[in-house]
């Protein structure tokens, strides 16, 4: 089989890689661009750890091949931040303490922006139903919903 060049945007920045025809876009972000924010939890998309924004839509890129991302928009946890200014989910997350191993983490807080984007004042139940393909089996989810509700207000408010 014959490498694949792959021409994409990720976090709003042109990139370039050569791919494997069976790579996956997780490992081409991990391996190939450094990304190492989404992680490889389950290889399956059973867990989420993995997920990213790929042209508006939450993916678990475990399942999606790198090739797949040719002229695509590609979002990931280390696009959140502007500069050393932490999205307000980051620094919500981190004020409620709603993580806590971290592996889980980055694909939650993806997910979670992707649901602010499309519903800014989402009840507790959209949340639950929102993120229930991400799974954490450290804090369980309390302190992550509190935290995206209070990110959803402030994210109102401002």
């Given amino acids: 089989m014959k490498n694949t060049h792959v021409t994409t945007t990720v976090n709003g920045d042109a990139v370039e890689f050569i791919c494997e ?9 991990r391996n190939r661009l ?8 389950c290889g399956t998309g059973d867990c989420g ?10 993916v678990c890129s475990c399942l999606v ?5 040719e002229g695509a928009q590609v979002e990931t946890i280390e696009g959140m931040a502007d500069g050393e200014a932490l999205h307000p ?14 592996i889980c983490t980055p694909g939650i807080l993806v997910a979670a922006k992707a649901l602010l984007e499309k519903n800014p004042d989402p009840s507790e139940t959209e949340i639950r139903y929102w993120l229930a393909g991400n799974l954490c089996r450290c804090t369980g989810y ?9 990110a959803a207000a ?5």
């Fill in 21 to 29: 025809p069976d790579e996956t876009l997780l490992d081409a972000l």
């Fill in 34 to 41: 450094g990304l190492t924010g989404a992680k490889e939890g």
């Fill in 49 to 58: 750890a993995c997920s990213v924004n790929l042209n508006g839509r939450l």
């Fill in 65 to 69: 091949l790198a090739a797949e991302a």
């Fill in 89 to 102: 989910l980051q620094r919500i997350f981190i004020e409620k303490a709603a993580l806590q191993c971290g």
């Fill in 142 to 150: 309390d302190k992550i919903i509190k935290a995206v509700q209070a």
């Fill in 154 to 158: 402030e994210m109102r408010s401002a």
